[in-house]
């Protein structure tokens, strides 16, 4: 059974720093695209971040420079840095993984086959 674990979610000031894990159990990251999204209260779940299966990233605009998406494959784990963050980061971030389409649909959700439960960022200003 698939089972995506989000960590690292919490309270900072703007301009602190995050780093929010992801740990699958039952799956292994190898050939997947794996992706972060994240949903704000009263909006629509936007893609983050992705890393496909041959080290290849891609960000929302919003978020490059400040964000870097990285997998540490022997510990099957998926990262997100997070650094100069904005109130406007503010979200419960999930991470999904998209084992058919290779993130062909980021930053759409569609295509997506697992996901987290999430965990919760919240940047004050």
């Not at 009263?42 to 605009?61: F, H, L, N, P, Q």
């Amino acid at each position: 059974q698939v089972q995506l674990v989000e960590s690292g979610g919490g309270s900072v000031q703007a301009g602190g720093s995050l780093r929010l894990s992801c740990q699958a159990s039952g799956y292994t990251y190898s050939s997947d695209c794996m992706a972060w999204f994240r949903q704000a209260p009263g909006k629509e779940r936007e893609g983050v971040a992705y890393i496909d299966s041959i080290g290849s990233t891609s960000y929302a605009d919003s978020v490059k420079g400040r964000f870097t998406i990285s997998i540490d494959g022997a510990k099957n784990t998926l990262y997100l840095q997070m650094s100069s963050l904005k109130p406007e980061d503010t979200a419960m971030y999930y991470c999904a993984t998209d084992h058919n389409y290779s993130c062909a649909y980021w930053p759409s959700y569609y295509g997506m086959d697992y996901w987290g439960k999430g965990t919760l960022v919240t940047i004050s200003s």
